[in-house]
């Protein structure tokens, strides 16, 4: 069975960072592409990052370039999100999702429960 | 302000058959696939349909997606109460390099 497991959200003043982790299991991690999307309650999802099989190909949305960094261990079958310089419009729900090809596709076949980032003084 | 456009709500009757449009342009529908995604409340969103007209195995086959230009649409048929969810259409986008996603229409069934 597929599982993914996000860790890592919580309160965060604004400036500061904070480091998503999320643990995958039931499938070959390292075949995969990944990514992180977030989403405000109440509203649709909105894609954060994306890192191909082997970390060569990655993207991110401009809402989060330059302060947000993505990668992931395949000897952990892990994958991570550093967030710098968080802002107020960053808190959401957190998902981790499985891609269904090993390049950067928008074919999310598994999604973690979220962690939820919440950027407040 | 979302890239693809979607109507905020669509509603049918038990066993009916109603469509969801998704509109977008020539850097996203245009020259990718569309998927959509069903999200029930509080729960992550389900993919329901990748590669314009795929189904993910266990996806039942009231559940059908099709594309013309740079729109899409996802259409249900035999309607049932548990289909009463937010739908999101998601494509590749060129311009921006990333997964853009819909704003979502939400279903009633009455």
């Known amino acids: 069975e597929v599982q993914l497991v996000e860790s890592g959200g919580g309160l965060v003043q604004p400036g500061r960072s904070l480091r998503l982790s999320c643990a995958a299991s039931g499938f070959t991690f390292d075949d995969y592409a990944m990514h992180w999307v977030r989403q405000v309650p109440g509203k649709g999802p909105e894609w954060v990052s994306g890192?191909?099989?082997?970390?060569?190909?990655?993207g991110y949305a401009d809402s989060v370039k330059g302060r947000f960094t993505i990668s992931r261990d395949n000897a952990k079958n892990s994958l991570y999100l550093q967030m710098n310089s968080l802002r107020a419009e960053d808190t959401a729900l957190y998902y981790c999702?499985?891609?269904?090809?090993?390049?950067?596709?928008?074919?999310?076949?598994?999604w973690g429960q979220g962690t939820l980032v919440t950027v407040s003084s | 302000q979302s890239v693809l456009t979607q109507p905020p709500s669509a509603s049918g009757t038990p066993g009916q058959r109603v469509t969801i449009s998704c509109s977008g342009s020539?850097?996203?529908?245009?020259?990718?696939?569309v998927n959509w995604y069903q999200q029930l409340p509080g729960t992550a969103p389900k993919l329901l349909i990748y590669?314009?007209?795929q189904r993910p195995s266990g996806v039942p086959d009231r559940f059908s997606g099709s594309k013309s230009g740079t729109s899409a649409s996802l259409a249900i048929s035999g309607l049932q109460s548990a289909d009463e969810a937010d739908y999101y259409c998601a494509a590749w986008d060129d311009s921006l390099n990333g997964v853009v996603f819909g704003g979502g229409t939400k279903l009633t069934v009455l």
């Open positions: 590669s314009n007209n």
């Open positions: 890192i191909s099989w082997n970390s060569d190909s990655i």
């Open positions: 020539s850097s996203n529908i245009g020259s990718n696939t």
């Open positions: 999702a499985k891609d269904m090809a090993q390049q950067l596709t928008p074919w999310f076949d598994y």
